[in-house]
């Protein structure tokens, strides 16, 4: 009887907590509303800086290489256009953290610990040093972003179909074709809207399929997956013909550093700060993983142990690359488009990082079962997170009183 009770209160709570976090999200999509309202109205000198207004100026002329332009064209048709642009966003922009919380489930036990870790992961941004870059945002790299319609749309859709991607993978099996189907037009859909994703995802997707392949997974199988780029493959085409085409004077050369010194004066530090709460996860992960990845292998295990932390980090590692290397020329030659890719793959790393995090304090065996290490450990996890998340809410809270990103 004291069981059940102590069962019903968990629940009240837990439902409270819900009824909470529903509320805040409402609060957090009017908020983005306004702001996406006053961002579509933007003028050169003006307040509510942003690349929205530009973006829906390109698509009434007719260009555009995004199926957000389509959106805006339409929605343009109707009386209030900008309101329904700005309702539009903000519904993405919250989809995303419900998302997160959603696609947590298999990883994190507790409703409620799956809210805070998608809230958290919904508003972190760089570890923010004024000695050592005095802007909050420009310079560093950032999972969140509130002034690129094109990454707020494409960021649900890749972790819709990235996640996705972990569940076929985790289930080959039990083959579903009918998912196989819906992740080719979920990655076809995101490369629509942005090709940042799929240039990062497609190299660690090849590499993973490999090793698949070694870990005993049948090549038919392997082979099945393989064709879901094939529509993916078509868009690309179709995007490089537009913002690449001969017409356009834009093209991609290789040239190290360009990127990342463009906006930041030490982007040794500020990468590593962009990074911060990862890269100290990783560090206390990675020998376990490495061991338990080359178990896997041994005994053939299709289903490997850390496939997400690997395809994480291993995003990471080819955003850095094409970060670090790639540059464009002609009139997008300013535009750091290489940094998106790279953005959305610090938020994949916040949030495995979180859940390893999670995993590690629930963890008998993590630091020799040590409860004071566990607890300081704990602490200064969380605490480097908080302030990534306080930078966050902290740069949002800017944007609203219409202070530009460049702050």
């Keep these: 009887m004291n069981q059940d009770k102590k069962t019903q209160k968990l629940n009240k709570k837990d439902m409270l907590g819900l009824i909470l976090w529903i509320i805040g999200l409402i609060v957090y999509g009017i908020a983005c509303t306004y702001l996406y309202y006053n ?8 307040k509510f800086e942003s690349d929205l207004a530009a973006h829906i100026s390109m698509a009434m002329d007719g260009w555009g290489y995004s199926v957000t332009a ?3 064209r339409l929605l343009f ?14 519904l993405f922009t919250i989809g995303a953290i419900w998302l997160t919380c959603y696609v947590l489930k298999p990883y994190i036990a507790g409703r409620m610990m799956r809210i805070s870790v998608a809230t958290a992961t919904g508003f972190a941004m760089p570890f923010y040093i004024a000695a050592i870059h005095a802007q909050r945002y420009i310079g560093y790299q950032s999972p969140s972003v509130w002034h690129n319609s094109t990454y707020i749309v494409m960021k649900v859709f890749a972790t819709a179909a990235l996640f996705l991607c972990f569940r076929i993978a985790r289930n080959y099996q039990k083959m579903d074709w009918k998912k196989c189907v ?12 942005k090709t940042s994703f799929v240039a990062v995802f497609a190299p660690v997707a090849l590499i993973m399929l490999i090793a ?8 038919k199988k392997l082979l099945l997956v393989a064709t879901t780029i094939i529509p993916t493959i078509l868009v690309v085409l179709f995007q490089e013909a537009v913002l690449f085409g001969e017409d356009t004077g834009n093209g991609i050369v290789i040239e190290f550093g360009y990127t990342v010194f463009l906006r930041a004066e030490k982007p040794q530090y500020t990468m590593i700060l962009s990074a911060l709460f990862p890269v100290l996860i990783f560090l206390f992960n990675i020998v376990p993983v490495l061991k338990d990845t080359w178990q896997d292998f041994k005994i053939k295990k299709q289903n490997l142990t850390h496939r997400e932390f690997l395809v994480s980090w291993g995003m990471w590692f080819f955003g850095a690359l094409e970060l670090l290397f790639l540059k464009e020329t002609g009139t997008r030659i300013m535009d750091a488009n290489f940094a998106w890719g790279y953005n959305y793959c610090l938020f994949i790393l916040f949030i495995f990082s979180c859940v390893y995090l ?12 040590n409860k004071t290490a566990k607890t300081i450990y704990g602490v200064i996890m969380t605490g480097v997170l908080g302030y ?4 966050g809410i ?14």
């Excluded at 961002?39 to 003006?46: D, K, L, S, T």
């Excluded at 990534?388 to 930078?391: E, F, G, K, R």
């Design 212 to 219: 698949d392949g070694f870990a005993g997974v049948p090549v």
């Design 70 to 72: 389509i959106v805006y």
């Design 182 to 193: 819906l992740f080719a037009i979920l990655l076809a859909l995101t490369t629509a809207t």
């Design 394 to 407: 902290y740069f949002f809270l800017q944007l609203l009183e219409g202070t530009t990103y460049f702050m």
């Design 358 to 369: 999670i995993k590690n304090l629930r963890s008998a065996t993590f630091l020799k079962g």
């Design 39 to 46: 961002q579509a109205q933007f003028e050169p000198g003006g």
């Design 77 to 90: 048709m109707l009386p209030l256009s900008e309101l329904w642009v700005a309702l539009f966003l903000a």
């Design 388 to 391: 990534h998340v306080y930078c």
